[in-house]
């Protein structure tokens, strides 16, 4: 049979049927909103709330809890559960502007609102730093900081003695500033207890680490606490882990008898999690005269906080895009005062590759050689950190397809060289990316019924990237059933642990699962192990209603005990170097910029992506997963910057008024391409991932396009007008 490969939620998300966290509103529920810190750093000397709690339908007002309610948090990378360690409403202290400093819970958002408004503060005042330059600013080496293996410089041969040594040297130093993710869906919970068990209903990425962690911080049962989560409206890293408001919600819901729910505010989100931190690269390429690498450095000083260290692992990608001999890379954490900085989609390998692929640009016209034809012939098989063999590395070929559909051989390598006829200024750019292979362990649930449907409930969270999309189709062309009889249930701790869906190994550590239970499901079916199976047959003749399996997955090289770790809410992949080979998604970008004569204003009027992500899962979610990569790329490029507020502390710009994404004027043709040779040696259905890749080296392909259509090199992002009057 013929197997329809759309999206399987489309009518759901289209029909408005598709129920996000904030669209229920249970009987009896209450509002909360915070009110927060208008300094940068300092003490509460003084709060006042009693005009918040005149406000008619306020019901709380709450300025701390106390040691028996709610407990501090913990740091998801220092083997935690929250984005941040911080708990605010435990103490006098504030570490941020728009940290929280009072909870109100009213009858009716309105009142709410306007409570949190009312609420008065005097402060003590300190001095704060919320840039890399910052007076006050203190930084650290990782590596010294951090003594973890994976998170240690990385060190091959002597680069620095090589790279003296190289008959062509280039060397630069990038910036990029910090961004916010500003999903569609803002953060929101609703929480309500029934008896002795919250129950909590949020978008998140993570609903295993907020059952345990809430349970944590309230000192229950994690039996005691359910998450659910069956579509979140956008993540790209903002949800997940546990975020400072679901433990005083569950407090304040306890207390009143009544659910209660939080929309978080477009501008307080700015504040009230992660984003992706200002870093500084700077990169040393030293080559022969034919351009073939020699020796590497990159060194990197990144953002974080001053109550946790947020790693940076930009050099993972660097190190390995091409087979260069000798390779050092320096990660320095920068302390300053804001919320713990945090993943945003591509959060190092985008920021990476904007310096690492504009200095192979920059070598490609120190030497005279064409940008793709460069990359070429620094091509490996081998990853030159570890010497083992990548699963499978299909760079080379992104490269030459993307060339060949893109039209690359008619570029004229000179300097704005290429005008349009209304006077534009035309580049063409190229740049090359990489992702990390990692993988969880997991859980499947598989279901069999009598009218020949089948359920599958495994850890997984569909946040628009099309999970659910992938598992069905599997499912669908493993028994040869229509994709309308499987039933896909991801996202509720109720079904499976629901481990972290990040990193580009959700569908990686999903579909395995999902493999060995549909293995197990025909066994129990009496059916062969391959072909079309008639699944209510099959389930007729066991005698049953239905016929149930569940089965675990780990990735290569996990023992048993990483899916304890899993249930428990924690961080637990493997990945990228196992024990015989190391693993990649690769990808290929091919960009032209138009540059209008008078403004100066950048266009991108048409991008070529071709992807090696293994084997294509879900072609429609996946070439959907590859365009919103590359827009992101665009927005990264040449839009997108938080602002600090060097006077009072936080971002300035706190709303999408003042933070502009890219919009339809924007976007252009994406034409995009992926290679599909599955990679069976990362597991048995040969997928890797796609959806952090996908806009790793768009910003570099940008500007490289824009250093060949005007001769000027982009060292920060975004790029602006004055950058190319």
Known sequence: MTTDTRRVDAYEKVTGKAHYAADRVPVDVAYAMFAVARIGKGRITRIDTSAAEEVPGVRLAVTRFGPGELIEGTFVMGGGHGFQSLQPLLGDQVAYRGQPIALIVADT??????????????????????????????????????????????KVGDADAVFAES?????????????????????????????????????TQ???????????????????????????????????????????LAVVARRL??????????????????????????????????????????????????HDLFPCMATEITSRLYGVPAFRGRQRLVRTDVQTPGFMRAPFESPAAFAFESAIDELACATGQD????????????????????????????????????GWAARDPEPGSMVADDGSSIGWGVAAGAYPGNVAPAVAHLTATADGAVTVAVDGHEMGQGIRSAI????????????????????????????????????????????TGLIELRKHLNAASSGDVDVAEAVAATGKQAVEVEVNSLGVGQGPEMLDHAKAGLVSIAGPVFPEFSTFSWIAHFVEVRIEPTTRRIRVPRVVSVADCGRVASPVTAAAQ???GVVWGIGAALREESVVDARFGGFLNTTLEGYPVPVNADVHRIDVDFIDVPDLLFNAVGVKGLGEVSMVGVAAAIANAVHHATGRRPRRLPIRLEHVL
């Open 109 to 154: 958002p309105v009142a709410a609102t306007e409570a949190a408004d009312l609420v008065v503060a005097e402060y003590e005042p300190e001095p704060f730093a919320v840039g890399l330059d910052a007076d006050g600013a203190t930084s650290v080496l990782q590596e010294e900081a951090i003594p973890l293996p994976f998170l240690a410089d990385v």
């Open 167 to 203: 008959p062509v040297r280039v060397e630069g130093t990038f910036e990029h500033a910090p961004q916010h993710q500003v999903p569609m869906e803002l953060i929101s919970s609703i929480v309500e207890w029934r008896g002795d068990t919250v129950i909590v209903h949020e978008g």
């Open 206 to 248: 993570n609903a295993s680490a907020l059952r345990n962690g809430l349970a944590r911080q309230l000192g229950i049962d994690v039996a005691n606490v359910e998450v659910v989560s069956p579509y979140v409206g956008g993540g790209f890293g903002q949800k997940n882990s546990l975020q400072p408001h679901l433990g005083p």
């Open 257 to 306: 008898g009544r659910p209660v729910k939080l929309v978080i505010p477009r501008p307080q989100t700015f504040h009230a999690a992660s984003f992706r931190p200002a870093s500084r690269h700077t990169v040393k390429l030293g080559a022969d005269e034919s351009g073939k690498l020699l020796a590497a450095v990159h060194e990197v000083d990144q953002q974080t906080s001053r």
């Open 371 to 406: 940008p793709v034809a460069l990359r070429l012939a620094n091509d490996t098989v081998t990853d030159p950190v570890t010497g083992l063999p990548f699963s499978t590395r299909y760079l080379g070929e992104c490269l030459r397809r993307g060339a060949e559909r893109f």
């Open 472 to 515: 069905a189709l599997l499912v669908a062309r493993d028994l040869g059933i229509p994709v309308t009889d499987v039933v896909v249930r991801v996202g509720d701790t109720n079904v499976a642990p629901q481990h972290l869906t990040a990193g580009s190994w959700g569908t990686a550590t999903a579909l395995p699962a999902v493999h």
């Open 626 to 628: 590859v365009r919103g």
